[in-house]
């Protein structure tokens, strides 16, 4: 079935740095693309981006477009999310998902880690 | 950029039907994807491509989508539907995946 789990977030100041991790199992990482979506709390779900299997291609949502960059380790089973700039409105659970026919549905989604940009 | 709006709440007894319509412009034309997230928990896929089941969900599930309204149906409502529901669609025109505005299903 395939697990997804979600790591490094928590409280960073306005204009700092993150980077977030998924680490993927049970599943062939490599044939899947991947998702970030965030949620703000108490808010609707938001995508953020998108990346191809290989890597080599990728999307952004335009709220975070300039300032995070998506990235995969298929080697490692990884995805990540680098976060540059953080604002306020950045504050978010984020959730990593995979895509097995690209471009459609997330069959399998992470439990979520909480990003909180406050000073 | 494409827009999805859906009710932000729809009440229904249980064992009746419940209908969540999500609307965007001729999204009839477009792959709709529907979620489930209960509070604190991750979303669940539970319609994809309009009307087709992932493993695992109920029957009580099912979609329709055609012209500018996509819907999801839950029959024979329980009172462990009790969520908040999303769809989805990839925006081919931007290369933007986007969700829906959320309606939360309240079991009376």
């Known amino acids: 079935q395939g697990q997804l789990a979600e790591s490094g977030g928590g409280l960073v100041k306005p204009g700092g740095s993150l980077r977030l991790s998924c680490a993927a199992s049970?599943?062939?990482?490599?044939?899947?693309?991947m998702s970030w979506i965030r949620q703000a709390p108490g808010k609707g779900l938001e995508w953020v981006s998108y990346i191809s299997t290989s890597g080599s291609t990728t999307y952004y949502g335009e709220s975070v477009k300039g300032r995070f960059t998506i990235s995969r380790d298929n080697a490692r089973n990884s995805l990540y999310l680098q976060m540059n700039s953080l604002r306020a409105e950045d504050t978010a659970v984020y959730f990593c998902?995979?895509?097995?026919?690209?471009?459609?549905?997330?069959?399998?989604w992470g439990q979520g880690t909480l990003v909180t940009v406050s000073s | 950029s494409y827009v999805l709006t859906q009710p932000p709440s729809v009440s229904v007894a249980p064992g009746q039907t419940a209908r969540i319509p999500c609307g965007g412009n001729n999204i009839g034309r477009e792959n709709v994807h529907w979620y489930q997230q209960k509070p604190g928990q991750a979303p669940v896929l539970v319609v994809f491509?309009?009307?087709a089941r992932p493993s695992g969900i109920p029957e009580r599930f099912s979609g329709s989508n055609s012209g500018n309204t996509a819907t999801l149906t839950i029959s024979r409502v329980e009172a462990g539907d009790e969520a908040d529901y999303y769809c989805?669609?990839?925006?081919?025109?931007?290369?933007?995946?986007?969700f829906g505005t959320g309606t939360k299903v309240t079991v009376l």
């Open positions: 998902a995979r895509d097995l026919r690209g471009f459609r549905e997330s069959d399998r």
């Open positions: 491509d309009d009307n």
């Open positions: 049970g599943f062939t990482f490599s044939d899947y693309y």
């Open positions: 989805q669609v990839w925006d081919s025109a931007s290369d933007h995946s986007v």
